[in-house]
């Protein structure tokens, strides 16, 4: 069963994924220590990406495809005719910085999707990229989460502008969309609603 959550019209449901996530080569992971423990860590805007990974991946010739941030940028040319064919979208990391985005990609919405991955459901950085693609950048089109995505960070994903979810593949995607129904009424203003709750009700005194 596929474990692609998707909303479409405020519904969610399961859907088969017709995209093609594109992986870098395999490199050496940087390991470091972090209050104690060896945990799996990078610096926002940090480079994790050599050029002869860039140049190394393969890209299939045929169908839609989900690339890496470096990759789109770098063989842009290359893959110009396929993005104007709305069969490109891109994917970058948590502690890549939108920026090179940007200013490579003018009109975000000429990408059908942007992905974002997050390596630890712990971090947080993934809702801020949510956000400011939605807010500041005038994304409209499918924002998706994937890699550690669990049931309970959904409803705050979608709060953040995401609009599907790849489900971390020993969990049930079944069960976590009902994850997206937990809190009837938001206080506060986020993406999906931007006014918080004292503004959307009116009080008789």
């Given at each position: 069963?596929?474990?692609?959550?998707?909303?479409?019209?405020?519904?969610?449901?399961?859907?088969?994924?017709?995209?093609?996530?594109v992986?870098?080569?395999?490199?050496?992971?940087?390991?470091?220590?972090?209050?104690?423990?060896?945990?799996l860590?990078?610096?926002?805007?940090?480079?994790?990406?050599?050029?002869?990974?860039?140049?190394?991946?393969?890209?299939?010739s045929?169908g839609?495809?989900?690339?890496?941030?470096s990759?789109?940028?770098?063989?842009k040319?290359?893959?110009?005719?396929?993005?104007?064919?709305?069969?490109?979208?891109?994917?970058?990391?948590?502690h890549?910085?939108?920026?090179?985005?940007?200013?490579?990609?003018?009109?975000?919405?000429?990408?059908?999707?942007?992905?974002?991955?997050?390596e630890?459901?712990?971090?947080?950085?993934?809702?801020?990229?949510?956000?400011?693609?939605?807010?500041?950048?005038?994304?409209?089109?499918?924002?998706?989460?994937?890699?550690?995505?669990?049931?309970?960070?959904l409803?705050?994903?979608?709060?953040?502008?995401?609009?599907?979810?790849?489900?971390?593949?020993?969990?049930?995607?079944?069960?976590?969309?009902?994850?997206?129904n937990?809190?009837?009424?938001?206080?506060?203003?986020?993406?999906?609603?931007?006014?918080?709750?004292?503004?959307?009700?009116n009080?008789?005194a």
């Open positions: 069963m596929s474990n692609l959550i998707q909303i479409t019209n405020g519904k969610a449901h399961i859907s088969n994924d017709d995209w093609t996530l992986k870098l080569p395999a490199s050496q992971v940087e390991v470091r220590k972090q209050a104690g423990k060896i945990v860590f990078k610096l926002t805007g940090e480079k994790t990406v050599s050029d002869e990974q860039v140049a190394n991946t393969v890209i299939p045929n839609k495809v989900i690339v890496p941030l990759v789109l940028i770098a063989r040319a290359e893959l110009q005719a396929r993005i104007d064919k709305n069969e490109v979208g891109v994917w970058l990391d948590t890549e910085v939108l920026l090179p985005l940007i200013e490579n990609q003018a009109d975000l919405n000429r990408l059908p999707i942007i992905v974002v991955h997050v630890r459901f712990a971090d947080g950085r993934i809702f801020s990229i949510g956000n400011l693609l939605r807010t500041r950048y005038g994304f409209k089109n499918e924002l998706r989460a994937v890699g550690d995505v669990l049931r309970d960070q409803f705050f994903l979608k709060r953040s502008g995401f609009s599907s979810f790849a489900i971390r593949a020993d969990r049930n995607a079944v069960e976590a969309i009902a994850s997206l937990d809190f009837t009424a938001p206080y506060q203003g986020a993406v999906d609603e931007a006014q918080p709750a004292f503004r959307r009700y009080r008789i």
